[in-house]
């Protein structure tokens, strides 16, 4: 691979990394309740909420996220850094997925489950990958 596409191609997985990141924080604050507060390393994520549009499978998610969050901290974060780290984690979890499914690399049980929560984490997201086949398309076309 030459030089100007791993740059293009850093570049890409680093925007949509980003994306993915804004989108996964949008969606722990707003859907389970789990943000930083703007204060310095000050991080919402109480166990014991009342969170009563979540289903008993969310419920159990958002368990699980705090879980990790409290293991993130173990390993010497501040509560904000760890939520950082948290939301990165879980970002660069659902690029590979993305990019297992766009490669098609799942079989068709996997992608019957991560769709919907692809598409439902990062419509963004999925916007700037089709832009950028229709920008490599155009690129053909010319």
Do not use: W
Request: charge should be neutral.
């Amino acid at each position: 691979m030459d030089q100007t596409t791993r740059n293009r191609l850093r570049n890409v997985v680093t925007q949509c990394r980003r994306l993915l990141e804004e989108s996964i924080a949008q969606q722990l604050q707003g859907k389970y309740d789990i943000y930083a507060t703007g204060k310095k390393d000050e991080v919402r994520a109480e166990k014991h909420v009342p969170l009563g549009h979540l289903s008993d499978e969310e419920r159990q998610a958002r368990q699980d996220i705090l879980a990790h969050f409290e293991h993130v901290e173990a390993l010497g974060y501040k509560p904000k850094e760890a939520l950082e780290q948290l939301i990165r984690e879980i970002a660069f979890t659902h690029l590979n997925r993305l990019c297992a499914y766009k490669r098609r690399l799942l079989d068709e049980k996997t992608v019957l489950v991560l769709k919907p929560i692809l598409d439902e984490l990062a419509p963004r997201l999925n916007a700037y990958l089709k832009s950028i086949g229709e920008t490599q398309q155009e690129a053909k076309d010319n």
